[in-house]
């Protein structure tokens, strides 16, 4: 088989994946079961994915939380690529560039480490074209139901909004920037109160500058 055969077969491998992490009323499935799935395969076709970065930048991210506390976070971002390799003949290669971000607060290693960790996931999940909508990790979000007391929850999680941020730091915008730009275009009150389809929107455009 070529490659691109190999791959093919290493795609129907994955039919049936199950959702085996929970958090925050929700199922998804997890990077580490994606990759135990496929690395049997890829062993018996002879098939290598080898990860590669580029380039890549950092800085400190200062804010303060919504608990009014001064804090500082690391944010990562770079570029870099995914080869796939037919071992049976090593000059048959795909190359698929990518993009990463990662923002931790202990220190740069860690927001490195996340960074590819969510890199790596959302490549195979989208590559092989699983479904995410529903098994996106970073899909923290409540139904805008009211409780009991009336109240409403926000639309968008701590974490996504720290991506938001790291794609735009990326692109040397700063946090008063980035809030600036989607309350004047959204008409909301709080970042957080972005639907995900204006998140996604807003993390394309900055993505783009």
């Known amino acids: 088989m070529n490659l691109w055969?190999?791959?093919?077969?290493?795609?129907?491998?994955?039919?049936?994946?199950?959702?085996?992490?929970?958090?925050?009323?929700?199922?998804?499935?997890?990077?580490?079961?994606?990759?135990?799935?496929?690395?049997?395969?890829?062993?018996?076709l002879g098939l290598i994915l080898q990860p590669s970065t580029q380039s890549g930048e950092w800085h400190e991210h200062k804010y303060v939380s919504s608990k009014g506390k001064d804090k500082i976070d690391f944010l990562v971002w770079g570029q870099g690529s995914y080869t796939w390799i037919n071992a049976e003949k090593p000059e048959e290669r795909e190359v698929i560039p990518f993009a990463y971000y990662g923002q931790?607060?202990?220190?740069?290693?860690?927001?490195?480490?996340?960074?590819?960790?969510?890199?790596?996931?959302?490549?195979?999940?989208?590559?092989?074209?699983?479904?995410t909508d529903a098994d996106d990790p970073d899909n923290r979000r409540q139904t805008s139901e009211s409780n009991q007391s009336g109240t409403t929850s926000s639309n968008l999680s701590e974490k996504q909004v720290k991506r938001l941020f790291a794609i735009a730091g990326s692109k040397g915008k700063s946090a008063a920037d980035v809030k600036a730009d989607v309350l004047k275009s959204t008409k909301k009150t709080k970042i957080e109160d972005m639907t995900k389809a204006e998140y996604d929107k807003a993390c394309s455009y900055y993505e783009g500058l």
């Open 104 to 131: 931790q607060g202990d220190d740069v290693s860690q927001a490195y480490g996340t960074a590819l960790t969510y890199a790596e996931r959302y490549f195979l999940l989208k590559y092989f074209g699983i479904p």
């Open 5 to 44: 055969e190999k791959i093919v077969e290493v795609r129907k491998s994955i039919d049936g994946l199950a959702k085996d992490k929970k958090g925050f009323n929700f199922s998804y499935v997890t990077g580490d079961q994606i990759l135990s799935k496929i690395k049997g395969k890829m062993d018996e």
